[in-house]
């Protein structure tokens, strides 16, 4: 992997993120490669992280062992195709735009690829992401290693046998996050109306949150048996959680995971089309 040369076509958020997790490893920068049209970003991470850089993708698309594609998505098919005739056959590209399934990047980069999906999330910004990948046919056990240290650099990782899994995949941990900003805003409001000032609820509603996902991370049990540990017959967290059910929790989330899968599945037709 260290000898690796991991060239990226964007240096948005995500990139950079990945870039600082390689780095903090055992990582060199002179092995790595950002191109991206924005002068002023590479300025940035070239100074903050000693990378090359290029705004031209052919400077450096000819000497990547790792291809990382990380544009948005509806710029994908423009920025692959262009590409296309530039890429070595040996060069595994990893992709993680968002909605672009493998098989139309492999069509517009012309077939018979080394391609992973990879879906992070924006906890990746703070090297704390949960990233679901795919690998084609095309992918060897050497190129899916590389693919798990590159990602494993922003959090963790998880592999589908089946691409028609990332859908579900993006409505959990893609899209999880705003679910979990949504639960601690709504307690956050629900607190100050308790009396409680904004400072005070704020800190103690994400650090119960960062709590209770540490224990659910190291903990044998599942989370159903933690929550049930912590509600007392007849105490104040039952009757926080029957409120919670008599809302129908469980199946809000049902219809917010749903939906949010249909999305997906959605914007990869309508991405993929081109």
């Given at each position: 992997m260290e000898q690796c040369k991991i060239v990226f076509i964007g240096g948005g958020n995500m990139a950079s993120s990945?870039?600082?997790?390689?780095?903090?490893?055992?990582?060199?920068?002179?092995?790595?490669?950002?191109?991206?049209?924005?002068?002023e970003k590479l300025n940035s991470l070239q100074q903050c992280h000693g990378v090359n850089v290029t705004t031209h993708n052919d400077d450096f698309v000819g000497l990547a062992d790792v291809l990382v594609l990380a544009v948005k998505p509806q710029m994908m098919h423009q920025v692959v195709s262009s590409l296309s005739s530039k890429i070595a056959k040996g060069t595994l590209v990893v992709s993680v735009a968002a909605g672009i399934r493998?098989?139309?990047?492999?069509?517009?980069l012309?077939?018979?690829?080394?391609?992973?999906?990879?879906?992070?999330?924006?906890?990746?910004?703070?090297?704390?992401?949960a990233s679901g990948l795919y690998a084609n046919s095309q992918v060897s056990e050497a190129q899916h290693?590389?693919?798990?240290?590159?990602?494993?650099?922003?959090g963790i990782v998880v592999w589908l046998q089946d691409e028609s899994q990332m859908d579900a995949l993006t409505a959990v941990s893609g899209s999880g996050p705003a679910y979990f900003f949504l639960v601690m805003e709504a307690m956050e409001k629900a607190a100050e109306q308790l009396g409680l000032p904004h400072e005070m609820v704020h800190l103690l509603t994400v650090q119960?949150?960062?709590?209770?996902?540490?224990?659910?991370?190291?903990?044998?049990?599942?989370?159903?048996?933690?929550?049930?540990?912590?509600?007392?017959p007849g105490g104040t967290t039952e009757q926080g959680i029957i409120a919670l059910q008599?809302?129908?929790?469980?199946?809000?989330?049902?219809?917010?995971?749903?939906?949010?899968?249909?999305?997906?599945?959605?914007?990869?037709?309508?991405?993929?089309?081109?």
């Open positions: 990945i870039i600082g997790g390689l780095l903090q490893e055992t990582f060199q920068a002179k092995n790595l490669y950002i191109c991206d049209p924005d002068q493998e098989r139309d990047i492999d069509r517009w012309g077939g018979e690829h080394a391609i992973v999906r990879c879906m992070p999330n924006t906890p990746s910004l703070v090297q704390s992401g290693d590389l693919a798990e240290s590159l990602m494993r650099a922003v119960t949150a960062l709590g209770a996902a540490k224990m659910a991370m190291e903990s044998e049990e599942g989370v159903a048996e933690l929550r049930r540990r912590v509600t007392s008599k809302g129908e929790l469980e199946a809000t989330f049902a219809k917010a995971l749903q939906a949010a899968s249909n999305r997906s599945k959605e914007l990869a037709e309508i991405l993929g089309g081109a």
